[in-house]
């Protein structure tokens, strides 16, 4: 007797407590999950969606593959990220608003992209960057100026990409627009930088001495051969590859740190050239 009052009382109990705490889950508000405005403060800059259709532009303009790994500096809700993704490249996204992450992994995995991407919190001047084969940003000039040293110092021919801004006097290789027919209102430019070889200095080869000035992926100076100087003309760098005129020759080839192997042109023939760079 004592013991079936017992268990009715424990069995009462227990539905008090179930009856509770299911009106104390209903009393509390439903977590909503966030979402980004439109202009909304973030480390260094507000946050404005590159529209689709630039996206698409950026990574056309950078000739993304799936052999590229491509970052993208401050990314968001992760639209390029996971675009990129869609084309088979690696990606990473880093951005700095940890609500803006969370959001990105919730789009790459509606996208079915979830497991071939990453998304990171972090401060860009702060981030290793050096493994990417295109960067992709969305920036201030001034924080595109200050991220500018650490980009050149990447592996010659890195693909960088910037939505509306430049790098001030480091002009674009390539630029292009996202039309209004293709939905894009604003911030409908990108702009294309190839990251060059460094090739200031002096060159000794067999033929004489070169001499570089660089300026960014222009080149000028002059080349020295048999007692005669002459002007380098039309000097340029695509990434590795550099390429002038020098006393009515056309010289050609790569740069591989201190060594350049190539092509020369003159009087109608073709021959190898090859140079060194001298020391200090």
Do not use: H
Request: some cysteine; hydrophobic content about 40%.
């Amino acid at each position: 007797m004592i013991a079936s009052r017992f268990a009715r009382r424990s069995f009462l109990a227990l539905c008090l407590s179930v009856f509770a705490a299911a009106v104390f889950a209903q009393a509390q508000p439903a977590r909503q999950e966030f979402q980004p405005e439109v202009g909304q403060d973030g480390k260094d800059v507000v946050w404005v969606p590159t529209p689709q259709a630039l996206v698409n532009k950026m990574l056309d303009l950078a000739k993304v593959t799936p052999q590229d790994y491509v970052i993208d500096l401050g990314s968001g809700d992760g639209r390029t990220v996971i675009t990129a993704a869609k084309r088979g490249a690696r990606a990473l996204g880093i951005e700095y608003n940890p609500d803006m992450v969370e959001l990105s992994r919730r789009n790459a995995a509606k996208e079915g992209v979830g497991e071939k991407v990453r998304f990171v919190k972090a401060d860009l001047f702060e981030s290793d960057f050096s493994q990417a084969t295109v960067i992709t940003m969305f920036l201030l000039p001034e924080i595109n100026l200050k991220l500018r040293p650490k980009i050149l110092d990447l592996k010659p021919g890195t693909r960088i990409v910037s939505n509306s801004f430049t790098m001030e006097e480091w002009k674009a290789d390539r630029t292009v627009d996202a039309t209004e027919k293709e939905g894009c209102q604003s911030y409908c430019t990108a702009y294309l930088w190839i990251v060059p070889a460094k090739v200031a200095g002096t060159w000794q080869f067999p033929q004489g001495e070169l001499t570089l000035k660089q300026d960014f992926q222009m080149i000028s100076g002059t080349l020295k051969s048999g007692g005669n100087s002459t002007r380098v003309a039309n000097g340029r760098l695509r990434g590795d590859q550099i390429s002038f005129t020098a006393g009515g020759a056309q010289y050609a080839g790569r740069v591989s740190g201190n060594a350049i192997e190539g092509t020369v042109k003159s009087g109608g023939g073709t021959s190898p050239w090859r140079a060194t760079r001298r020391p200090g």
